[in-house]
Protein backbone atom coordinates (compact mmCIF):
# COMPACT_ATOMS: atom_id res chain seq x y z
CA UNK A 1 0.00 0.00 0.00
CA UNK A 2 1.17 3.51 -0.59
CA UNK A 3 -0.16 6.91 1.80
CA UNK A 4 0.12 10.02 0.29
CA UNK A 5 -0.23 12.84 2.90
CA UNK A 6 -0.81 16.47 2.11
CA UNK A 7 -0.33 20.01 4.08
CA UNK A 8 0.34 23.47 3.62
CA UNK A 9 -3.41 24.38 2.25
CA UNK A 10 -5.36 27.35 5.14
CA UNK A 11 -6.74 30.58 4.51
CA UNK A 12 -5.20 33.38 2.43
CA UNK A 13 -5.82 36.72 1.07
CA UNK A 14 -6.02 37.68 -2.83
CA UNK A 15 -2.45 37.75 -3.79
CA UNK A 16 -1.38 35.44 -1.13
CA UNK A 17 1.54 32.62 -1.75
CA UNK A 18 1.03 28.81 0.27
CA UNK A 19 3.17 25.98 -0.51
CA UNK A 20 1.05 22.29 -0.47
CA UNK A 21 3.46 19.15 0.40
CA UNK A 22 2.46 15.70 -0.53
CA UNK A 23 4.92 13.26 1.08
CA UNK A 24 4.76 9.59 -0.15
CA UNK A 25 5.49 6.40 1.99
CA UNK A 26 4.37 2.68 1.96
CA UNK A 27 6.59 -0.14 -0.21
CA UNK A 28 6.98 0.41 -3.59
CA UNK A 29 9.67 0.23 -6.40
CA UNK A 30 9.32 3.52 -7.82
CA UNK A 31 6.62 6.76 -8.11
CA UNK A 32 6.28 7.78 -11.77
CA UNK A 33 3.83 10.69 -12.39
CA UNK A 34 2.78 12.95 -9.63
CA UNK A 35 -0.04 15.85 -9.83
CA UNK A 36 -1.76 18.39 -8.42
CA UNK A 37 -5.71 18.73 -8.71
CA UNK A 38 -7.89 20.64 -7.39
CA UNK A 39 -11.99 20.60 -6.74
CA UNK A 40 -14.22 23.35 -6.25
CA UNK A 41 -17.61 22.95 -4.45
CA UNK A 42 -20.22 21.59 -7.18
CA UNK A 43 -17.59 20.76 -9.50
CA UNK A 44 -15.38 18.42 -11.30
CA UNK A 45 -11.81 17.48 -9.96
CA UNK A 46 -9.25 19.35 -13.00
CA UNK A 47 -5.84 18.89 -13.23
CA UNK A 48 -3.67 21.77 -11.69
CA UNK A 49 -0.34 20.63 -12.85
CA UNK A 50 1.77 17.07 -13.28
CA UNK A 51 5.25 16.71 -13.35
CA UNK A 52 6.75 12.96 -14.91
CA UNK A 53 9.88 11.32 -13.06
CA UNK A 54 11.66 13.17 -15.84
CA UNK A 55 10.58 16.10 -14.73
CA UNK A 56 8.50 16.73 -17.85
CA UNK A 57 6.12 19.67 -16.31
CA UNK A 58 3.11 21.05 -17.28
CA UNK A 59 0.04 23.31 -15.84
CA UNK A 60 -3.76 24.06 -16.74
CA UNK A 61 -3.41 27.48 -18.38
CA UNK A 62 -5.29 29.21 -15.65
CA UNK A 63 -2.08 28.80 -13.00
CA UNK A 64 0.82 29.11 -15.41
CA UNK A 65 3.00 31.50 -14.25
CA UNK A 66 1.57 31.52 -10.79
CA UNK A 67 2.01 28.27 -9.47
CA UNK A 68 4.98 26.24 -9.64
CA UNK A 69 5.23 21.88 -9.05
CA UNK A 70 8.34 20.35 -8.33
CA UNK A 71 9.62 17.08 -6.70
CA UNK A 72 11.95 15.75 -4.36
CA UNK A 73 12.56 12.50 -5.49
CA UNK A 74 14.59 11.47 -2.24
CA UNK A 75 12.11 11.91 -0.17
CA UNK A 76 9.71 11.11 -2.26
CA UNK A 77 7.33 14.40 -2.01
CA UNK A 78 5.54 16.63 -4.40
CA UNK A 79 5.33 20.37 -3.54
CA UNK A 80 3.06 23.34 -5.34
CA UNK A 81 4.12 26.50 -4.53
CA UNK A 82 0.86 28.47 -5.37
CA UNK A 83 1.74 32.60 -5.75
CA UNK A 84 -1.12 35.35 -6.79
CA UNK A 85 -3.52 33.42 -5.48
CA UNK A 86 -6.81 34.46 -6.39
CA UNK A 87 -10.35 33.54 -4.93
CA UNK A 88 -11.22 31.27 -7.68
CA UNK A 89 -8.35 29.16 -6.83
CA UNK A 90 -10.43 28.17 -3.45
CA UNK A 91 -11.01 24.52 -3.64
CA UNK A 92 -9.70 21.15 -1.84
CA UNK A 93 -6.16 20.51 -3.63
CA UNK A 94 -5.39 16.71 -4.03
CA UNK A 95 -2.02 14.93 -5.11
CA UNK A 96 -2.24 11.97 -7.21
CA UNK A 97 0.92 9.37 -7.47
CA UNK A 98 1.15 7.18 -10.26
CA UNK A 99 3.44 4.41 -8.72
CA UNK A 100 5.09 1.09 -9.79
CA UNK A 101 4.36 -1.60 -6.89
CA UNK A 102 7.11 -3.56 -5.81
CA UNK A 103 5.26 -7.06 -5.71
CA UNK A 104 4.62 -7.03 -9.46
CA UNK A 105 6.07 -3.63 -11.09
CA UNK A 106 3.01 -2.71 -12.21
CA UNK A 107 1.61 0.42 -12.07
CA UNK A 108 -0.90 2.36 -9.51
CA UNK A 109 -2.54 5.34 -8.92
CA UNK A 110 -3.21 6.94 -5.39
CA UNK A 111 -4.83 9.63 -4.43
CA UNK A 112 -4.04 11.84 -0.68
CA UNK A 113 -6.65 13.22 1.24
CA UNK A 114 -6.97 16.64 0.10
CA UNK A 115 -6.10 19.37 1.79
CA UNK A 116 -8.33 23.04 1.20
CA UNK A 117 -7.08 26.42 0.35
CA UNK A 118 -9.43 28.49 0.41
CA UNK A 119 -8.62 32.58 -0.66
CA UNK A 120 -10.63 35.32 0.56
CA UNK A 121 -11.49 38.20 -1.58
Known amino acids: QVQLVESGGGLVQTGGSLRLSCAASGSFFSINDMDWYRQAPGKQRDLVASIGSDGRIKYAESVKGRFTISRDNTKNTLYLQMNSLKPEDTAVYYC???????????????WGQGTQVTVSS
Open 96 to 110: RAVVAMTVDFRLYQY
